[in-house]
Structure formats: structure tokens, C-alpha cells
């Protein structure tokens, strides 16, 4: 690969000619590329997601196997991050943690952001009354201690699956996503392609997928991508004080959550804080994608 | 502008209704009722259960049970607690609320000395070593989850060093005046840390992009040009413009605040409100979960409402449609 000093002489020699020829969508992906910290995130995650995907191949342990002849012992050449409360292997967990965190926070991520676009759209699509009742309905979520509410409804569930738990998350958080969706139609609404679009017969429907998504979709990613960070942490936080995903299904939050047993904190470091990294460095990445999604998306960040 | 406070506090009214409908509703959904929790003897007469259930409203048709309930909690009265037996929910509530808003203190008190001085640091000198450390810390404040951070300084400042203690707000019942005040102190640095790191990453990329903005804008450049000195150009014009944005901030940030508290009490065995509520969940003591979901929805709807009316005030140039 070239070095950045050289990239940048070149593409602003060739700068004039070539933009011609690139759609918007070959300059974001153009804009991304160059963006390093976003390449490392996207390197870092890859890892990751590689780590849960192969986790049977890289341990023999089963992370759901509690050995109460083994519990909280160090790390050892069969255990090599120790063995939790339970007995059973910490590697093995982080890694099968990885699978659930990962999906959590995706599957939360799609769920709120298909309830965003749907209501989104039909409040900046329609506006008036629909959009009226819809942003109210945003108000109310946005005033409501989100933290709160999702724990009174796990309380009241009673017992806790991933997919209770996702849709916990997504009915709690989507009012965001919402709103962005809801704002960039509604500039849209009032532009003359659209006017031009309903002039030769469009059904709202066509105009929706062909015109709107399309013109809307780099904010709706970049929120989408940072929102799948946020529901990582989300899981980890109510793993951690016992209203997420329960035992002996391993997450990296109840994993940590050993940790609150001062025994473990204070002389099994090696058990907590894998999770903990985990967490942090799958959020930083997820954070630097989402962060260099942005710059790319954005056009006034090409004149740079 | 007047017009637009009115409404906006109009708009305050069906919201504070529809919370307390949705908290209501919850606390109904629930399986059981306030009774069941009282029921310890399984032969207990069932003719003085319904009695006991006639007494409190409970046969009584969901509207009017909730009519009941919103007047009494109208008058301040919400009952009393399941689970610590005979207590009334408010004096459980007025017991731990000091804490968490001590603790709420400190941690927004640290995030604002830390945060608004780097950031106004950060937009006067961008790509200074100082900026990349403080957007480094910023990536890194909003990384990591906060129970994480608590853990990591109660095993490094608490358990290894011995700095700071590890849990709770007093370390003995016999101190006094001044010697009582550090002792607080003491025990509330880091979980104010704790709960501060979130903010203070938050609140110092808000400060470095709106410093930022407002530098770049004509009128600073005006300023500059007719000669005024940059500590004038500092304070007399841009951190006024910038502190705008920072101050709507703060009324949004206060329900994270919150939620952040209730986590941060939990690793730290702090007896404050988040305690009270998780410990409330696991004992379905539902008086005190409904009133301390409501006294928090409200807090954040009254947040939300300061932060509006701040802004139309300082901002003329809101819409008011």
C-alpha cells in the first residue's frame, strides 16, 4: 500500500476528472477507505466476530458445564483464564459470550431501527395527525427512565430469553431512530424530485423505498451502527446486576457480575476483566466504524 | 417566547398523566397483588383476605383503583412497603434519596470541572497533544461500560492501594461535624468518578464541537478584527454562545444520569435509590417500584421541560411553531 502523503497527492491531481465519473455511494466507500481508525475498527470487530464464530474450535470446554470440583480456581495449562463460581471454564465463556453479546446488540439494533424507519417514515411521510400522535409517543418513551422501565418489565416477565430481552431493549430505545428518520423525510417531503416523482404516478410506497430511504440512509446507518454500541453496553449493564440473559447462558455482563463477589474481584482479575476488555474494545470498534460511516457519508467532509 | 413556555408547559401535563398511567399499568400487570405479599400463613382465613382486599380498593375496577391511587399520590402518600414490613414508602424514599443525590452531585460536579475547561482547550488549540489525549479519553469514556470502570478502580484505588473505600457512604456511625463530612467525602469519590465518566466524555466532545463552532462564526471574527483581546473574545462571546447547547445538555443527560446511578450504587453497595429499586424488583415490592419509577420519570420530564424553557429564554432565534 502506498503511504497516505502519496494517496492524497495523487487524488488531488486526478481530483477534477475522476469525481465525474463516481456516484455518491463510490465516494463514501472512497472516503471510508481512507479513514484508519475506521479500517482498524472494522479489523478489530472482524477478529471478534471470527473469535465467537470459531469458539468450538478454539476451546474443548463447554461454557455451559458447571464443575463443582473446580470452582474458582486460577488460571491453570486446561483452564487458562481460570473457572468461574460455577466451575466452569472462563475462556470458554468469553468466547461463547462473544456469540450472545454480538447478537443481542445486533438483533436490539435491527429491531429498533425497523420500528424507527417504519414509524419514522409514516410520521415524516404522512406528518399531520399521524406525525403528531407518533412524536408524542416519542416524547412520552424519551421522558420515561429508560433503565427503569426495561428493568420493571424484565421484573414483570419473570423470567428472561434473548428474545424477550431484545425486545425489551428495542420497544424502549426506538423514539432515537425515530426522530432521525422522521426529520430527514420531512426535509425530503418538500423537495421538487419527489413533487416530480407524484406527478408521473409514484404510490407513496415507491417514493418511500426509491426516494426516501435511499436519500435518508447515511444518517440511518451511522445512528444504527453507534445504537449497536450503545445495546451492547445495555446488555452487559443489566447482565451485570442480574436482569439480562441468566446463568449458565454466558454473556460478557454476567461474567463480570462475579466480580461482585469480593473474593473473585479482589484475587480472579483474570476472570472480570477479559469481559470487561471484551466489551470495551467491541464498543471502540463499533464506535471508530461508526464514527468514520459518518465522515463518509457526510459531503462537506470531502473538501477537507 | 412566553407563548412558547406555556405551551411547552401544557405539553407537561398529558405526559405527566400518561407516566403515571404507564406506571400504574405496569404495577397491574404484575402477577399478584399488594396482598399476596402480606399472605405468609397458607391457612389464613380467606373471608378476612377478601376483607383485607375490600379495605385496600383492590375489587374495586382498574379506573377507579387508579383514581385512587393517583389522588393519594397526589397528597404525597404512596403507600406502604411490602417488603419492609409497616414502613411507609415515602419515609424508604426520603431515607435513601439524599445519596443518590449527593452522589448525583458530585459526579455532575466533577464531569462540568473536568470536562468544560479541557474542552474549551481542546477548540483553542485542535491537534495540540493535549486535544488528542482528551478525544482519546473521550472514545475511551464512552467505551467502556461504567460498572466495568467502578470494578477497575475499586480493585486498583480500593483493594491494592487503599485509597478509597470500597463500598457504602460512612465508615463508622461515631464521627462528627467536620471529621464526619470528609469521611463522606471520602467514600463518595469513586463512585462519583464512576458515574461521572460517561458525562465527562459526553460533555467534553459537546464543549470542544460547539467552542469549535462558535470560533469559526463572523461575529468572533468581528470581535477579533476591531481589536478586542482574546480573554474579552473568550468570555464575552464565545463561551456565552458555547455554554448555550451545554446547558440544554444537561436537562436531556439527566435521565442517563440517573440510569448511570442506579448501576453505579449497585457495584458499590451504595444506599441510595438504585439500590432501593433493584432490591424493590427482586422483593416485588411494587409500592415502591411504582413510586420510585414515577419520581424518576418525573425528574426527567421536569429536566427535559428546564432544558426547553432555558433555551427558548437564552435562544431568540427558536421557532415557535
Known sequence: MQTSQNNTIQIESIDQPDRKHRSPLQLSVHRFLKNKLALVGIIVLFVIILGAIFAPYLTDHDPRKSNLMLVEQGPSSDNILGTDASGRDNFARLLYGARVSLTVGFSAMLFTLSIGLVLGALAGYYGGKIDNFIMRLTDLVLALPFLVLALTIIALLGKVTIGIFVTVIAITSWPTLTRIVRGSFLSLREQEFVLGARAIGASDFRIIFRHFIPNAIGPIIVNATLMMATMIIIESALSFIGFGIPQPTPTWGNMISEAQSIRILRYHPEAWIPPGVGILVTVLAINFIGDGLRDAFDPKSDRR | ?321
Open chain 2, 1 to 321: 417566547m412566553y407563548q412558547y413556555i406555556i405551551r411547552r408547559i401544557l405539553v407537561f401535563i398529558p405526559m405527566l398523566l400518561a407516566l403515571s398511567i404507564i406506571v400504574f399499568g405496569l404495577a397491574k400487570a404484575a402477577p399478584g397483588d399488594p396482598l399476596s405479599g402480606k399472605i405468609v400463613d397458607p391457612n389464613i382465613d380467606l373471608a378476612v383476605y377478601e376483607q383485607q382486599r375490600e379495605a385496600l380498593g383492590l375489587n374495586k375496577s382498574i379506573p377507579v383503583q387508579y383514581f385512587n391511587w393517583a389522588s393519594s399520590v397526589a397528597r404525597g402518600d404512596f403507600g406502604e412497603s411490602i417488603a419492609y414490613k409497616g414502613r411507609s414508602v415515602q419515609s424508604l424514599i426520603t431515607e435513601r434519596i439524599v445519596n443518590t443525590l449527593y452522589l448525583g452531585l458530585v459526579a455532575l460536579g466533577i464531569t462540568l470541572v473536568v470536562a468544560i475547561p479541557i474542552g474549551i482547550y481542546s477548540a483553542r488549540n485542535p491537534y495540540s497533544p493535549l486535544d488528542y489525549g482528551a478525544t482519546t479519553f473521550g472514545f475511551f469514556g464512552l467505551a467502556t461500560p461504567n460498572f466495568f470502570f467502578g470494578l477497575v478502580a475499586i480493585y486498583l484505588l480500593s483493594i491494592n492501594l487503599g485509597w478509597f473505600p470500597a463500598q457504602g457512604t460512612t465508615s463508622s456511625t461515631g464521627l462528627s461535624g467536620f471529621a464526619e463530612f470528609k469521611d463522606r467525602i471520602h467514600h463518595m469519590v469513586l463512585p462519583g468518578l464512576t458515574l461521572g465518566l460517561a458525562g465527562t466524555a459526553t460533555y467534553m466532545r459537546y464543549m470542544r464541537s460547539e467552542v469549535l463552532d462558535v470560533l469559526g462564526s463572523d461575529y468572533i471574527r468581528t470581535a477579533k478584527a476591531k481589536g478586542m483581546s482574546d480573554r474579552n473574545v473568550l468570555y464575552k462571546h464565545t463561551l456565552r454562545n458555547a455554554m448555550i447547547p451545554i446547558i440544554t445538555l444537561m436537562g436531556f443527560e439527566f435521565g442517563a444520569l440517573l440510569s448511570g446511578a442506579i448501576i453505579t450504587e449497585q457495584v458499590f453497595n451504595f444506599p441510595g435509590l438504585g439500590t432501593l429499586f433493584l432490591s424493590s424488583i427482586t422483593n416485588h415490592d411494587y409500592p415502591v417500584i411504582m413510586a420510585i419509577a414515577l419520581l424518576l420519570g418525573v425528574a426527567i420530564l421536569i429536566g427535559n421541560l428546564l432544558a426547553d424553557i432555558f433555551y427558548s429564554i437564552v435562544d431568540p432565534r427558536i421557532r415557535y411553531d
